[in-house]
């Protein structure tokens, strides 16, 4: 039970982090640049590695002393809420940017492999100490398990960026962009204040 709980915490907290992100955008760019699927696979293989990489760090902060690392872990999540609410206002805006952004570094055509390659180099590179990497330190450093966060995390983001493979065009005219941000704004912020509820 505490495993499908870590896992479904893990979830909860990325994936409204990164609906609205670069990692829906620039996953909906690279698909109508590169063939679906290729272009999914590359894009959830670099999660993958980005998450690896989170929760091991999460896993080096609960070798230092308890409390003070999970104050640290409700600063950042506290963090992940005001940089979410304050780009909230702005996100339909930078949607289009991001957009120009990634069409850029996918000018040219790829398949296959070749496809699945760039998309992991182009999402590996875009997402490198993104929120979401944060968060997933901080579950781990607050306490959550390791292997049911990585797999939350993991398939938060492989979900995000399935949506936006199959339905990204649609999901942008229907649904703003700002109140998703809100949304996961709220989460980040839950988490916070149970991090240090727990740590007091």
Do not use: N
């Given at each position: 039970?505490?495993?499908?709980?870590?896992?479904?915490?893990?979830?909860?907290?990325?994936?409204?982090?990164?609906?609205?992100?670069?990692?829906?955008?620039?996953?909906?760019?690279?698909?109508?640049?590169?063939?679906?699927?290729?272009?999914?696979?590359g894009v959830?293989?670099?999660?993958?590695?980005?998450?690896?990489?989170?929760?091991?760090?999460?896993?080096?902060?609960?070798?230092?002393?308890?409390?003070?690392?999970?104050?640290?872990?409700?600063?950042?999540?506290?963090?992940?809420?005001?940089?979410?609410?304050?780009?909230?206002?702005?996100?339909?805006?930078?949607?289009?940017?991001?957009?120009?952004?990634?069409?850029?570094?996918?000018?040219?055509?790829?398949?296959?492999?070749?496809?699945?390659?760039?998309?992991?180099?182009?999402?590996?590179?875009?997402?490198?100490?993104?929120?979401?990497?944060?968060l997933l330190?901080?579950?781990?450093?607050?306490?959550?398990?390791?292997?049911?966060?990585?797999?939350?995390?993991?398939?938060?983001?492989?979900?995000?960026?399935?949506?936006?493979?199959?339905?990204?065009?649609?999901?942008?005219?229907?649904?703003?962009?700002?109140v998703i941000?809100?949304?996961?704004?709220?989460?980040?912020?839950?988490?916070?204040?149970?991090?240090?509820?727990?740590?007091?």
């Open positions: 039970m505490e495993f499908l709980g870590a896992l479904l915490v893990a979830f909860v907290a990325i994936f409204p982090v990164e609906l609205p992100d670069k990692t829906f955008v620039a996953t909906l760019v690279l698909s109508t640049r590169y063939p679906p699927l290729p272009t999914w696979l959830v293989a670099a999660f993958g590695v980005q998450c690896v990489i989170a929760v091991a760090f999460g896993a080096l902060l609960t070798k230092l002393p308890t409390q003070p690392v999970q104050l640290v872990a409700a600063a950042l999540f506290a963090v992940g809420a005001f940089v979410l609410a304050r780009g909230a206002g702005k996100a339909d805006e930078q949607e289009h940017e991001q957009e120009e952004e990634f069409a850029a570094k996918a000018a040219e055509p790829k398949r296959g492999w070749r496809a699945a390659g760039a998309s992991f180099l182009v999402l590996f590179t875009a997402e490198w100490g993104d929120l979401s990497q944060l330190a901080g579950l781990v450093a607050s306490g959550r398990p390791v292997v049911p966060t990585f797999l939350g995390g993991w398939l938060g983001l492989a979900t995000v960026s399935g949506l936006a493979v199959l339905l990204g065009r649609w999901l942008l005219k229907r649904v703003k962009l700002r941000r809100y949304v996961g704004a709220g989460v980040c912020a839950v988490l916070s204040v149970v991090t240090l509820l727990s740590a007091l």
